[in-house]
């Protein structure tokens, strides 16, 4: 197998467990409230805007073997910078404060896993942030745009309130496939080792954040 097929072998489990969760379930059939998918987005808001700032710190960590990835790196800050804003847009469509959003904080849970990509970063491996990758754009594939579809049509909004999911959604097939090319130029085993941990770490951390939002949104929820 290719190092991101085993990256993908490695995490299915936690990968499962994820798409799994009573709130992800409950939004791909349409069946959260306005409430909670503006609390989604305020806690998307939380760590989107920490992207490209996450990009920029990995790209200026990787070691000179590396430079062909720092290129690639280079390449997602100009995809990703300033995606925080669509979220914003979103939240102003949902008839939410979309300022008091971008002065206040996180909920633990994303902080925490925001916290752990700069940690492993600086102090780990900036490769390990990698796994993060996987995770996010992984799960907007696979989720996003379905549950944005539900969604809009349930909570009846304007596309005007669902930039986010929809667009990244899409967007995020293409990144995929690069990721995938990238990946597979990894071939120290110390490093492919880190990036299947914190891929696993960043499921988990990811999945704590709709585990929060299920405990507060659906009542009696199994997180």
């Not at 709130?23 to 987005?41: D, H, K, N, P, Q």
């Not at 990995?58 to 062909?68: D, F, I, Q, S, T």
């Not at 102003?92 to 940690?119: N, S």
């Not at 005007?160 to 995020?172: E, I, V």
């Amino acid at each position: 197998m290719t190092i991101y097929q085993q990256l993908l072998a490695a995490t299915c489990a936690e990968r499962n467990e994820l798409q799994s969760l009573p709130i992800i379930s409950a939004a791909a059939r349409g069946e959260v409230s306005l409430e909670a998918y503006t609390a989604f987005l305020t806690e998307a808001y939380y760590h989107v805007r920490h992207t490209t700032p996450l990009l920029m710190s990995c790209g200026g960590r990787l070691p000179a073997k590396y430079e062909w990835l720092r290129t690639a790196v280079a390449e997602y800050i100009e995809e990703e910078v300033g995606h925080q804003e669509w979220i914003l847009g979103d939240i102003k469509a949902c008839g939410g404060d979309a300022e008091a959003v971008r002065t206040g904080t996180p909920r633990p849970a994303t902080e925490l896993m925001v916290a752990y990509a700069y940690d492993t970063i600086a102090r780990v491996n900036p490769v390990g942030f990698f796994g993060m990758v996987l995770v996010l754009e992984g799960t907007s594939v696979a989720l996003a745009t379905h549950a944005g579809r539900a969604l809009q049509q349930s909570l009846g909004l304007g596309k005007d309130a669902f930039s986010y999911l929809t667009s990244h959604g899409s967007l995020d097939v293409g990144h995929v496939d690069f990721y995938e090319s990238l990946i597979n130029q990894v071939t120290d085993p110390d490093d492919q080792a880190c990036l299947i941990h914190c891929a696993r770490m960043f499921y988990k951390l990811y999945g704590d954040i709709f585990r929060d939002l299920g405990a507060r949104f659906l009542p009696g929820a199994t997180t």
